[in-house]
């Protein structure tokens, strides 16, 4: 069997020839001995669970994914149970996790297993990484859990386990440890391998005060031999987050609130949201805080045609972290009886959707715990 993409010149290839195979089975023995059970390890999990379990981990920790991974699993066993749902659901169910583009891409690539691979997860490495939403880290995971092929992968976990194994000092430089991660790839089961690396980066080679007692591979870790552990990586300069305020009504009309579907030039495109205005305050005294409140209400007023946006009152403030942006939302209420305002205005993406529909839409986190304080409070006032 060969490593896919791996020549014979390759730097690491050379210099690791003598302790790969030795490093990689102390590695293996140790993860069977002292690894964590994650349901998308077991025996009987599908390729299908596999490759969920690996979009769902782009950007999640475990603990985080696993809950919704079982949910995923139970509602859709199969790529064709997801092909042929609504957006809407699947974003609903994936409504918590962030990087809602992972969700879209997850049902488009179901389509397309379904369209071209007879409903199932290709089975080859070029195939899996031509999906929608997948990389090479996540092409290679597929292929080598799922299908046991020879295939490196370079994530977080392994980027960190293998820059200081190597003493690969620039770890920026993918190149590198993408050939250092083929160098020590078995022939014979990469996907113990692969597991294996992937969960001491997790579990002891940690990004802080990384286990090197405990370590499986310690005796062939370059980086401990010459002291160079704390400084691999390099510390993370902190970047200073761009603060965004958000003034959003929450309009009541009877049993129906006014959402707003996100267009596709924001953040969380596709989802739903009360309507929200941007309201400059850095570094306002609360006075002037005051008057850009009132100047949003009005905004709001105007862009809705809904004069109740003027009356509205102060419930709460949230605070959330969207990449590099600090968000502060707060939110206001307000209520219209006007009768005439009750169709939707579709064209404008303005729907009214009642008290018991609400948790079927797709939000962001923050307008999510929102959503759900109100349908508590709206079914506890009736
Ligand atoms: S010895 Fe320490 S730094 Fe080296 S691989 Fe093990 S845990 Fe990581």
Redo the contacts with the bound molecule.
Sequence with gaps: MYIIGVSKNDKYSEDWANNSAALSECLCHWFEKSKRELPWRAGDTTPWGIFISEIMLQQTTVPTALPYWHRFMDRFPTPQSMATTSEDEILAMWSGLGYYRRARNLRKAAQLMCESFGGDVPCTFEDIQALPGVGRYTAGAVASFAFNLPVPIVEANTAR?LA??GAITNISNDSELWEFAKALLPKDNPRLHNYAIME?GAI??KPTE???SQ?P??QF?K??AQNL?ASIPPPKKAVEKLAIHYLAVAIQNGDKWLLRRIPTNEWHAGMMEFPKVEMNVTGMKSTKKNASQSKALKQLSEQLHMDCCRKAVYRKTVKYVVTNHSITLEVWMAQTDTQSIRMNREQEGLFWIATDELDKYPYGSAMRRIILTIIKEAKENR
């Design positions: 386990a200081r194994i001491l002891v080679c990384p286990l090197c370590c591979i310690a870790c980086a401990k552990v």
